[in-house]
Antibody
Framework: QITLKESGPTLVKPTQTLTLTCTFS??????????VGWIRQPPGKALEWLAL???????RYSPSLKSRLTITKDTSKNQVVLTMTNMDPVDTATYYC????????????WGQGTLVTVSS | QSALTQPASVSGSPGQSITISCTGT?????????VSWYQQHPGKAPKLMIY???KRPSGVSNRFSGSKSGNTASLTISGLQAEDEADYYC??????????FGGGTKLTVL
């Protein structure tokens, strides 16, 4: 059974850097065809794809946020870390991580999400 | 890379069928058969319902089906049930290992 869980601060100040950790079980990020993605959802709004890291350490970012995002993995700890710099109130959202399967091209399952509020 | 376009809301009565559209461009939906659909109940994480345009993961009811024509993908739910009331999001591959979601559709079961 695959599970993922996001962790990190619930409140950050404008201009600060956000660091979120996705801790997962039930799969290995060293297995070919596997990835972990980050998706966010502002309150009452739509999902937005942010980033994806693959088993081979290939990294992809949303073009609109690429300059602010960094995604890394620690295979030994079964963790993926997303950092987002220069946080702004518009970045207030629930941040989800999700297991990605290259063979089926799906994001499934997802973590429960973590709400991050950006406010001074 | 712009969000895919979905209707803000759709509604239907129990037992009826509804269809939710997801319109992209020739750079995403139109170029790849890699559209997936997610169901999200309030306060919950999204759940995969359809992948690769029309395939159903194990455990998903066969009342859910997907299709695509040109730059538009569609999700059809037949035999509507109260439990189907939720938000639905499409997602498409956009090339270069990039992905894009739709704006979401709120389904109301009358």
């Amino acid at each position: 059974q695959i599970t993922l869980k996001e962790s990190g601060p619930t409140l950050v100040k404008p201009t600060q850097t956000l660091t979120l950790t996705c801790t997962f079980s039930g799969f290995s990020l060293s297995t070919s065809g596997v990835g972990v993605g980050w998706i966010r959802q502002p309150p009452g709004k739509a999902l937005e794809w942010l980033a994806l890291i693959y088993w081979d350490d290939d990294k992809r970012y949303s073009p609109s946020l690429k300059s602010r995002l960094t995604i890394t993995k620690d295979t030994s700890k079964n963790q993926v870390v997303l950092t987002m710099t220069n946080m702004d109130p518009v970045d207030t959202a629930t941040y989800y991580c999700a297991h990605f399967n290259w063979e089926y091209n799906w994001f499934d399952p997802w973590g429960q999400g973590t709400l991050v509020t950006v406010s001074s | 890379q712009s969000a895919l376009t979905q209707p803000a809301s759709v509604s239907g009565s129990p037992g009826q069928s509804i269809t939710i559209s997801c319109t992209g461009t020739s750079s995403d939906v139109g170029s790849y058969n890699l559209v997936s659909w997610y169901q999200q109940h309030p306060g919950k994480a999204p759940k995969l319902m359809i992948y690769e345009v029309s395939k159903r993961p194990s455990g998903v009811s066969n009342r859910f089906s997907g299709s695509k024509s040109g730059n538009t993908a569609s999700l059809t739910i037949s035999g509507l049930q109260a439990e189907d009331e939720a938000d639905y999001y499409c997602c498409s591959y956009a090339g270069s290992s990039l992905w894009v979601f739709g704006g979401g559709t709120k389904l109301t079961v009358l």
